[in-house]
């Protein structure tokens, strides 16, 4: 399946295809306060469809996670990294995906304060 998403404003918008079987909430001090519900996908399956400039980039702690974000309303979309294997990796916050009932995705926990 292919979604649409974007930041509140609109000025950073991205596709991205495949299925939402899950949404993962973590604990680090970055999405406990941002509370994005994350889904993580292939770099390939997403499609960032406005200026990469207009999306800034926080970095934290190791630096490996690039978390994107909206200069202009603050809304984090998404984040980039290498996953365990070393292939290019998104997590698409699912928040952000036009018309996705949010109550019908599992949600798995994951400790990243402990991490």
């Not at 000025?11 to 001090?29: H, L, P, T």
Request: charged share 25%; net charge positive.
């Amino acid at each position: 399946m292919k979604y649409r998403g974007s930041c509140h404003c609109g000025k950073v918008a991205f596709e991205v295809e495949g299925d939402i079987d899950s949404g993962m909430a973590c604990n680090c001090s970055m999405c406990q306060r941002k509370g994005s519900l994350l889904w993580f996908t292939g770099r390939d399956a997403f499609t960032l469809l406005t200026p990469e400039a207009d999306a800034a980039t926080y970095l934290f702690n190791k630096h490996a996670i690039r978390h994107r974000f909206c200069p202009a309303c603050g809304i984090h979309p998404f984040a980039e990294a290498k996953d365990p294997q070393g292939r290019d990796t998104v997590a698409v916050n699912i928040r952000c995906i036009e018309g996705i009932d949010l109550d019908k995705v599992p949600v798995k926990h994951f400790d990243g304060r402990a991490r």
